[in-house]
């Protein structure tokens, strides 16, 4: 039997393809710390299964295609507090940030037709766009930058009379790149003179860090008609099993068109949706000691990191991720040998391969990324383990060069 084309040509997850191999680490015994994955271990607000318990129904009904009504207020008080003002008729609830993605790239693309994306990016935005016939048209990024934005003229350069939008994230994943005000600017400009669309996956959006300044698409209302605002409750409220996410855009057209694709699945976990009203209504306070938090387990991995000769690596300002350009040939071949040949008191470390998160051929292969998601005492093990594996890998790798230099 023939597959379809579609589903062939769609990459295997690059963070979850290498999982075979930590299941074998465990199986030897072996303590496998994950740095692979964006799973957080922070508590989620105890409203949410308050909300879930307490609900009160004899039947377990459809919600409607939008989302609970107390769900959108509950989105549209939220935006409030980022000066962002949003309509009942603007926002949509979706099955996670990942189907928003997949539904917004629906809507504004036909097959054929590509978005510009910065690169790295998080790894579904190609397996959407494939699902969708879309190609993602790349703009390379470098660790050496910090993973900051080329100049206008290298964006433009790759817009053609295909290119439909510009897709990012902000903060991002894998980077944990904030954009300043002028990057921001700069893409808004050129959406503008290119009649683009602005997808901007914003599901970072507390996690800033160093007192930096975070500019949100939405507070641009020069292309407030282009922009569509891609948000989850999974990384932002630790509840990422909730699987809410949700579409918000000035352009009532597009959300209607939109709603064709919701009301085709028909709705979304009417208790998800319950649970996460909840959420939303969490004290702000909750996202201050979340942020110290993260931004000490940033420090002790990025600082065991930078330990190591050749390791190549802004400290990222935002998320939870790192990606760092390692003294190695293949980082997947140096991932599956820390699961596999390296152990530090019977304990080792899966971090992810950076090249999935690459379009263009060859980038990536000498990156990983590093979601910092352990508590501080774990990621500290980890990173020791992590620092050691690299050195002793690097070691070998030379000894290896020489010998087959002297044979």
């Known amino acids: ?57 004899e039947v377990l009904e459809y919600a409607g295609s939008q989302g609970i009504p107390e769900l959108i207020s509950a ?21 996670g940030g990942s189907e928003a993605l997949l539904f917004t790239i629906m809507a504004i693309c036909d097959p054929n037709d590509n978005l510009l994306v910065a690169e790295p990016f998080y790894t579904n935005y190609n397996g959407f766009s494939q699902c969708a016939n879309v190609f993602v048209n790349p703009v390379t990024t470098k660790a050496e930058d910090g993973f900051h934005l080329p100049s206008k003229d290298i964006i433009t350069s790759k817009i053609n009379a295909k290119t439909k939008g510009i897709l990012l994230s902000n903060p991002g994943n894998p980077t944990g790149t904030v954009y300043t005000r002028e990057e921001v600017d700069m893409i808004a400009n050129i959406a503008k003179e290119n009649d683009l669309w602005i997808i901007a996956d914003e599901v970072y959006r507390e996690f800033v860090y160093e007192g930096l300044d975070y ?7 020069e292309v407030e008609d282009k922009v569509i605002i891609i948000d989850s409750v999974s990384k932002r409220y630790s509840a990422c099993g ?13 959300i209607a068109e939109i709603l064709k694709l919701c009301q085709g699945r028909l709705c979304v976990s009417t208790l998800d949706q319950v649970g996460s009203v909840e959420l939303y209504n969490t004290p702000a306070a909750y996202f201050t000691d979340v942020n110290e938090e993260y931004r000490k387990r940033r420090d002790v991995l990025y600082n065991e ?81 992590l620092k050691e594996g690299l050195e002793k890998y690097v070691e070998l790798a030379k000894n290896k060069e020489l010998a087959s230099t002297e044979a």
């Not at 589903?7 to 680490?25: E, G, N």
Request: hydrophobic share 40%; proline share 4%.
């Open 75 to 95: 989105l549209q008080k939220y935006y409030t507090t980022y000066d962002m003002h949003f309509e009942e008729d603007e926002i949509l609830i979706t099955n």
């Open 215 to 221: 500019t949100s698409f939405g507070n641009l209302k």
């Open 305 to 385: 990191l930078m330990k190591v000769d050749g390791v190549i690596c802004e400290k990222p300002t935002g998320a939870f991720y790192i990606v760092a350009k390692l003294p190695v040939e293949n980082a997947e071949d140096f991932v599956i040998w820390m699961l596999t040949d390296f152990n530090k008191d019977n304990e080792t470390v899966m971090v992810c391969p950076a090249e999935g998160f690459y379009a263009t051929p060859g980038l990536g292969r000498d990156e990983i990324r590093l979601a910092y998601i352990l508590n501080e005492d774990d990621l500290f093990k980890a990173a020791t383990i």
């Open 1 to 57: 039997m023939k597959y379809s084309d579609r589903i062939t040509a769609m990459q295997a997850s690059p963070i979850r393809k290498l999982v075979p191999f930590a299941l074998q680490a465990k199986a030897r015994g072996t303590k496998v710390y994950h740095l692979n994955i964006g799973q957080p271990d922070i508590k989620t607000p105890q409203g949410f299964f308050d909300a879930v318990k307490n609900f009160d129904s």
């Open 242 to 254: 909730a699987r809410i996410g949700s579409i918000a855009s000035k352009n009532k057209g597009l």
